[in-house]
């Protein structure tokens, strides 16, 4: 079974920054690309960052480059991203995915607020 299991949001202030984790299981982490998108109320959801399945190459959404960092570590199965310099705007639900149709996780609800 598929499964991707995201942690580390919470409530932060303009500026601020956090760290998403997210541990997959049920495929073999190695040999996919990893990404992690984002829901924001009433909007549609979209893709943040990506990275390769062996770590040597990331992209990002313009909105988000030079504040936002992909990792991965596929010994532990994980992918993470580090968010620093948040907004308001940054507000939403994050998810991990890999290129596998139709599964998702609960997600992790970030919020920027003063």
């Known amino acids: 079974q598929v499964q991707f299991v995201e942690s580390g949001g919470g409530l932060v202030q303009p500026g601020g920054s956090l760290r998403l984790s997210c541990v997959a299981s049920?495929?073999?982490?190695?040999?996919?690309?990893m990404s992690w998108y984002r829901q924001a109320p009433g909007k549609e959801r979209e893709l943040v960052a990506a990275?390769?399945?062996?770590?040597?190459?990331?992209n990002y959404r313009d909105s988000v480059k030079g504040r936002f960092a992909i990792s991965r570590d596929n010994a532990k199965n994980s992918v993470y991203l580090q968010m620093n310099n948040l907004q308001p705007e940054d507000t939403a639900v994050y998810y991990c995915?890999?290129?596998?149709?139709?599964?998702w996780g609960q997600g992790t609800q970030v919020t920027v607020s003063s």
């Open positions: 995915k890999a290129r596998i149709p139709g599964y």
């Open positions: 049920g495929f073999t982490f190695s040999s996919y690309r």
């Open positions: 990275i390769t399945s062996t770590g040597d190459s990331a």
